[in-house]
T-cell receptor, first 107, second 117 residues
Framework: SQQGEEDPQALSIQEGENATMNCSYK?????LQWYRQNSGRGLVHLIL?????REKHSGRLRVTLDTSKKSSSLLITASRAADTASYFC???????FGTGTSLTVIP | GAVVSQHPSWVICKSGTSVKIECRSL??????MFWYRQFPKQSLMLMAT?????????EQGVEKDKFLINHASLTLSTLTVTSAHPEDSSFYIC?????????????FGPGTRLTVT
């Protein structure tokens, strides 16, 4: 299985702080994607990083990829209450999802 | 950007009945769509890959006779949960590859919440 695994499983921070969550996967990949899911809602694509990229930015998001360690991290800077959601990484053409990190941002 | 819709967004049905969920790519053609299910507070689990004009490929442990998938056109895939039971209650999400990206970016539907009573 190419399933990704995120950690921590749950993270609670104060508004304005940075949130970092990690993802590890098992096999070689072409790209890795991060998604956000608000409770009971569908997935929202956040960012895609290709296997030949090491870091990518999008607004307050910063994603890193270390293919040698088969891991990726998602950093959300200056968090807001609206960032409260579950975050998943996904790999592979068929997108095997990890268990997700539940982020709570306290106003 | 590419849009994927699902219908219905939520459905309640009685045990033993069948429910059909539609997944449509609204502004692009999708030769491949994927179906996922998600239990509360858990990750998405890939159920099957739906290919236009051919049989779906099911993941291990997914009953193909229970979860019927039909990808009859380039913009529509349907998932039918047959003889539904309460344990089938879940959040079902479909996704589709948008053409031209070349790098495997998928677009997800908003999901369908199924409750079997």
């Amino acid at each position: 299985s190419q399933q990704g695994e995120e950690d921590p499983q749950a993270l609670s921070i104060q508004e304005g702080e940075n949130a970092t969550m990690n993802c590890s996967y098992k096999t070689s990949i072409n790209n890795l994607q991060w998604y956000r899911q608000n409770s009971g809602r569908g997935l929202v694509h956040l960012i895609l990083i290709r296997s030949n990229e090491r870091e990518k930015h999008s607004g307050r998001l910063r994603v890193t990829l270390d293919t040698s360690k088969k891991s990726s991290s998602l950093l959300i800077t200056a968090s807001r209450a609206a960032d409260t959601a579950s975050y998943f990484c996904a790999t592979g053409n068929q997108f095997y999802f990890g268990t997700g990190t539940s982020l709570t941002v306290i106003p | 950007g590419a849009v994927v819709s699902q219908h219905p967004s939520w459905v309640i049905c009685k045990s033993g009945t069948s429910v059909k969920i539609e997944c449509r790519s609204l502004d692009f053609q999708a030769t491949t769509m994927f179906w996922y299910r998600q239990f509360p507070k858990q990750s998405l689990m890939l159920m099957a890959t739906s290919n236009e004009g051919s049989k779906a490929t099911y993941e291990q442990g997914v009953e193909k006779d229970k979860f019927l998938i039909n990808h009859a056109s380039l913009t529509l895939s349907t998932l039918t949960v047959t003889s539904a039971h309460p344990e089938d209650s879940s959040f079902y999400i479909c996704s589709a590859f948008a053409p031209g990206t070349g790098i495997g970016e998928q677009y997800f539907g908003p999901g369908t919440r199924l409750t079997v009573t």
